[in-house]
């Protein structure tokens, strides 16, 4: 599986946008939903969501080079269930809800996109003689977990 991109991708986008959620939750919430964030235990909860984003942009920096091994593809297929998630929540939000921040609709098919290259990835990395529960033939010997 050629996931370095990939995960590069991935990295920067949640990296950028949990550093955003972390040190200014009501400016991010506002450009991404419209409403603003209502007291402390909101913005509190914004922070947390901010500290697990910017945790899986290193998670995914941290194996960009390891996208071939089994944890690697485990990422790959978190960041799947990952981002399809987010692009269903924040299409009910925009349309179930009437959300209407100026990033609320970019962000939809940016999550949709980012989810079908995980898929496509994975079924790379299968249809490349890489069934679930085996080393990769793609990564380097010294770069293959033990």
Do not use: F
Not at 44 to 58: C, E, H, K, P, Y
Not at 127 to 143: N, T, V, Y
């Amino acid at each position: 599986m050629k996931s370095r991109a990939l995960l590069t991708v991935i990295a920067a986008v949640e990296a950028s946008a949990g550093l955003a959620l972390a040190i200014a939750p009501p400016a991010t919430a506002h450009l991404l939903l419209g409403p603003p964030l209502e007291g402390p235990a909101a913005l509190m909860l914004a922070r947390v969501a901010g500290s697990a984003l910017l945790t899986l942009g290193i998670a995914c920096w941290a194996a960009r080079a390891d996208g071939g091994s089994r944890a690697g593809r485990g990422l790959v297929a978190a960041m799947l269930l990952y981002n399809a998630a987010v692009a269903a929540l924040l299409a009910y939000a925009g349309a179930a809800l009437a959300m209407d921040g100026v990033a609320l609709w970019p962000c939809v098919p940016l999550h949709a996109a980012i989810a079908a290259w995980c898929g496509v990835a994975l079924r790379g990395a299968r249809s490349a003689g890489c069934p679930a529960g085996h080393r990769s033939s793609i990564a380097p010997p010294d770069q293959v977990d033990r």
